[in-house]
């Protein structure tokens, strides 16, 4: 029980001389302070207590959050990632609206949630047999460094996109460390310009950006910006 230390400290005597010190050491850990209160309640933001839809967060899972066909082979080491694997016989899923037959484990979470799916145990040739879904060109959940990147600094700074908002990417990016993203992804350098032609593309009045939002800006514009510099020197002019 998460909440058992905090209400034995409580119950001690002379306790209640701490009560706004121990809510506060609730309150820093994600918990509820109300449980100080009303210790036999149900515990509040929890599943089935109430008529709301509570998404898993991304992040539960991290073998699960890329198609696993798109991300890089995990090492033999690597327990987190033990899940991502491919084996010689997998779990996949056809998706009905979709007409994909072999959907990995994955994709099926982050791309047809809320689709018509039927799995199957199959034979599976790593390296030669791949995610339908991935190979579909639709798929939201392809690893490439540059997501990978977006992923983990989200991660560090923001955290996941608060419940009720859109699914496509449930990872989020405040805005205020938008110009430490594009120094990890550039480290060449960029001008102002850059910086300031992201943060008006981008500008919503949540202050975040999601991947999809950030690379719909971010792949043209810098290929534009290579496309101009290969212009030039072939003019001789850079």
Request: glycine fraction near 4%; charge should be negative.
């Amino acid at each position: 029980d998460r909440y058992r230390p905090a209400l034995d400290a409580l119950a001690r005597p002379g306790g209640y001389r701490f009560y706004k010190t121990i809510a506060a050491s609730l309150e820093t850990r994600g918990l509820c302070p109300l449980a100080l209160d009303r210790p036999d309640d149900l515990v509040p933001d929890q599943p089935a207590v109430a008529d709301v839809t509570h998404y898993p967060s991304p992040l539960v899972d991290p073998a699960l959050r890329y198609c696993l066909d798109s991300i890089p082979p995990p090492a033999d080491d690597d327990r987190a990632m033990l899940p991502a694997r491919r084996l010689s016989y997998e779990t996949v899923h056809a998706c009905a609206p979709c007409r994909l037959r072999r959907v990995c484990r994955a994709c099926v979470r982050r791309c047809h949630a809320s689709h018509a799916v039927l799995p199957a145990f199959v034979r599976w040739t790593p390296n030669q047999d791949r995610c339908d879904c991935l190979d579909s060109g639709r798929c939201r959940a392809v690893w490439t460094p540059a997501r990978a990147a977006f992923d983990s600094l989200a991660d560090r700074t923001t955290g996941p996109v608060p419940l009720g908002a859109a699914r496509d990417d449930q990872t989020a990016l405040d805005m205020r460390h938008f110009r430490t993203l594009l120094r990890t992804l550039h480290p060449e350098g960029l001008q102002d310009e850059d910086y300031d032609a992201g943060e008006v593309a981008l500008h919503a009045d949540s202050g975040r950006t999601t991947w999809p939002l950030f690379e719909r800006w971010h792949t043209p514009y810098f290929e534009e910006k290579r496309r101009e510099a290969a212009a030039q020197e072939d003019l001789g002019l850079s």
